[in-house]
């Protein structure tokens, strides 16, 4: 098991940018596989950005393809989504999650451990 704790972001105009970090603990970050998800007003938790053990596999989701990007960096136990040109409709709980087999998938039932969510507002 893994504890996760998001940072950064917040309040951002559209057009602007925020980054969002993701701090992991314990040895075994770089075995894991992360992703990140959100849970915009109204609507089902849902598929931002996953990343591989070592980082050479990303995927996106469309919506969000050409403007976020993820990372990580193993020896500092951490990931990031850097979020550019941000609309709207990105405003969402963001939330980064670890997958123990290291592999990036996109289905949330797949990730066992989850940060606790940082509140991402772009005003239009």
């Given at each position: 098991q893994v504890q996760l704790v998001e940072s950064g972001g917040g309040l951002v105009q559209a057009g602007g940018s925020l980054r969002l970090s993701c701090a992991a603990s314990g040895r075994s970050f770089s075995k894991y596989?992360?992703?990140w998800f959100r849970l915009p007003p109204g609507k089902e938790r849902e598929f931002v950005a996953a990343i591989n053990?070592?980082?050479g596999s990303t995927y996106y989701a469309d919506p969000v393809k050409g403007?976020?990007?993820i990372s990580r960096d193993n020896a500092k136990n951490t990931a990031h989504l850097q979020m550019?040109?941000?609309k709207a409709?990105?405003?969402a709980v963001y939330y980064c999650a670890a997958r123990?087999?290291?592999i990036a998938v996109r289905s949330r039932y797949e990730y066992g451990d989850w940060g606790q969510g940082r509140q991402e507002t772009v005003t239009s």
């Open positions: 596989a992360m992703g053990w070592s980082g403007r976020f990007t550019n040109r941000l409709e990105d405003t123990t087999d290291g």
